[in-house]
């Protein structure tokens, strides 16, 4: 099955830092998406993007599917931006979404 | 609008039980999808339900079932549970079968001893 890979594993920002987050992903995907779950176990969908670029906000997206890459950016962070981000793919003709392990974020004021 | 719901929040199981998890989806949608997270790890998908009907599983054991309602709602069974089976249980729904319109619900902690 498709791997997906995130990095970093762990990040610790200030208050008003930017940060690039990383998603690889070993296969051609038809769905991609970035997640967000808050301390308490919350998922909230931030985007999908199976290839180019969007924009929410202090977040924006890029997908790169030909080098099979997604990046997440968060700039001016907030504490309230603390907790998990995912990463989850879906290969062509599987549907099944395959999540990374995701990057922990700590965000101190 | 109302969101997608799970019931209970959380749970303590004895190794070998059965239990049963309940989710509620948001309004307008006939499709409801499962996972689990274990502790420090992605969600996992375990299977999809789209009126009324599995449509799609992962790579989970049959003892791990489930049922779709005619409201949309869903119940996920596990029989004979494992301490591998302590983990989050997340639900979510939507309005059909892309998984990018999916809504999560707040999840359900179980726990087994």
């Known amino acids: 099955g498709i791997q997906v890979e995130q990095s970093p594993p762990d990040l610790i920002l200030q208050e008003g830092a930017n940060s690039t987050l990383r998603c690889n992903f070993s296969?051609?995907?038809?769905?991609l998406q970035w997640f967000h779950q808050n301390p308490w176990g919350q998922l909230i969908n931030l985007f999908y993007?199976?290839?180019g670029t969007k924009q929410n906000g202090r977040l924006s997206a890029t997908t790169v599917a030909t080098e099979r890459y997604s990046l997440l950016y968060i700039s001016s962070s907030q504490t309230t931006d603390s907790g998990v981000y995912f990463c989850a793919a879906e290969m062509i003709r599987s549907y099944i979404p395959t999540f990374g392990r995701g990057t922990s974020l700590i965000v101190h004021p | 609008e109302t969101g997608v719901t799970q019931s209970p929040t959380h749970l303590i199981k004895t190794r070998g039980q059965q239990v049963t998890l309940r989710c509620s989806s948001q309004s307008g949608h006939n499709t409801v999808s499962w996972y689990q997270q274990a502790l420090g790890q992605g969600p996992q998908f375990i299977f999809q339900?789209?009126?009324?009907?599995?449509?799609g599983r992962g790579n989970f054991p049959p003892r791990f079932s489930g049922l779709q309602f005619p409201n949309y709602s869903s119940e996920l069974n596990v029989n004979a549970l494992e301490l591998d089976d302590s983990a989050l249980y997340l639900c979510?729904?939507?309005?059909?079968?892309?998984?990018?319109?999916?809504?999560f619900g707040p999840g359900t902690r179980l726990t087994v001893t």
């Open positions: 296969d051609s995907v038809n769905n």
């Open positions: 993007i199976p290839s």
């Open positions: 339900y789209y009126r009324e009907e599995e449509n």
């Open positions: 979510a729904s939507s309005p059909g079968t892309d998984t990018y319109e999916q809504y």
